[in-house]
Every structure is written in C-alpha cells, then in structure tokens.
C-alpha cells in the first residue's frame, strides 16, 4: 500500500463564523503553513495563473475563485476578508505546480490549498491540506506543532464541533468513513454528535465530549500521548507524539475509546 500522500487539517462547525477573525486565521494559515513549503514562490505562481485561460477542453476545468485569488497575488488580512465577503459559500485557494500552459503538473507536481465551505444545509468545513511530497520526506517536530497550532486557534474560533490532523489518502472522506460504508453528507449531517474517525490529532466537539463521559473523564482516560481541554467542552487529542508514526494498534485502541461517538 502506497504511503498517505496529504497532510490534512480540517474543522466542522455548525455556529456562524466570524469572518473577518476567520480572514486573519486564513492569513496566518496561508503565510505559516502553507507557503513555506511551496518550492516555486507565490510571485511565480500568480505570474503563470494570470496567463492561464481555462476552455472546456482542459483537463483542469474552470480556474473557480480560488485561481481568481490566487491571481490577484493579494494575500493580505484585507483580501482574505474581502473574498470571503465576497463568496460567502465557496472559497478554495489552491497553490499548485504548473507547468508552461497554466496546467497541474502531473508527474512531480506538488499542491497545497485551503478551502472554506459554508452550506446552510451542513456545517461549515474548514480545510487545509499539503501534499506530503512538500514536506521532503520529512514532517519536523516544528511544522507538527504549528499545524496543531492552527488546530487550536481554527477550533476555538470557530466553536468547532469536531476536527482533526491526519496523514490522508481518501480524499473528502475520512478513513473511517470509507472502512465503515459512510456517505461524506451522512457524515456532515450528524458531525456535532459523531466524531468522523480516530486520527493523529482528533478535535472532540462539546456534544461528543458530554457522550463520553464528560471532560475530566476524557482527560483522564483517552488513550493518547497527549490530552487537552481548549475549553467551551472541546478536548484535543494527540494519538502518538510524531504525525507520521502512528501504529495501527494504537489507532485501533483510539477508535475504542471513541466507539460511542463513532458511527
């Protein structure tokens, strides 16, 4: 089996997000996790994303809003908070390696993105991920921490109802819900009572701790390196110190620990 190939953050919510703090989040989330790890520098990518003229005979499609931002070379607080005013239901800004044409590169190509979704049918979902070839072959203790960092802050700003950090191979379904047949709308409908699946770093909503016991039973007994409560009912916990060393024993003593919250 091939190795995860993503390096995947991502928050539900059910409450209104705040969007102008959401802008700031995305800023700092951009500029310190993101485009770091990018080899071509972002003046590079928007040069050759101003030039790219979508027609419905590119593989790729349409650039969407996320090509509009990323081609307006602004990322600033400002333009972060004006594209979410602006597109109050889908934001998707996607750095990517392109080739001459304005086209994903196929064979060593890397990406990374970070894309908001707000459908009033579903909670909000908040998603960053990178691809795992960014990271040369190697995620440090540091950027661990950052990106749990930007767990912890994302989570409280947006009063998350559950979230997690993983290593990923399954697209928008969890590995969970695609080992247990779980439809990814199934899954978004119930996401304040059901955590969707035992990751490395595994964000439990208010309602899912209240199922488990309560905070100080959680604390007290998840089976994990570490346990934190972030207050307002949410525990974060950390299944093993390093991301890209999780046993597949310790995930299976997780998803125990989980299994009433889990579907």
Request: glycine share 10%; proline share 8%; hydrophobic share 45%.
């Amino acid at each position: 089996m091939s190795p995860p190939h993503v390096v995947r953050l991502e928050l539900d919510t059910f409450a209104d997000v705040d969007r102008p703090a959401l802008a700031t989040w995305f800023d700092a989330v951009f500029t310190g996790l993101l485009a770091p790890l990018c080899p071509a520098s972002v003046a590079e990518l928007v040069s050759v994303a101003r030039d790219y003229v979508p027609s419905d005979t590119t593989p790729w499609g349409p650039p969407g809003y996320a090509r509009l931002l990323l081609s307006s070379g602004e990322f600033t607080p400002s333009a972060w908070a004006l594209a979410l005013a602006e597109l109050p239901s889908f934001l998707r800004v996607q750095m990517v390696g392109l080739d001459s044409q304005g086209l994903p590169l196929v064979d060593g190509g890397w990406s990374a993105e970070v894309l908001l979704k707000d459908d009033p049918a579903f909670p909000h979902q908040i998603s960053v991920t990178a691809s795992r070839s960014l990271f040369g072959g190697w995620i440090s203790h540091l950027v661990q921490q950052e990106w749990l960092s930007a767990l912890r802050t994302g989570a409280s700003l947006v009063r998350a109802c559950g979230g997690w950090i993983t290593l990923d191979r399954v697209g928008p379904r969890t590995a969970h819900e695609v080992s247990a047949g779980v439809g990814l709308d199934e899954s978004l409908f119930t996401a304040a009572e059901l955590c969707r699946g035992p990751h490395w770093a595994t964000l439990l909503g208010p309602r899912q701790v209240a199922a488990l016991g309560g905070v100080l039973k959680v604390c007290g007994s998840a089976p994990c390196f570490s346990v934190e409560d972030l207050g307002g009912g949410r525990i974060l916990l950390r299944l093993t110190e390093h991301l890209d060393e999780v046993p597949d024993d310790a995930l299976r003593e997780l998803a125990g620990f989980l299994g009433p919250v889990l579907r």
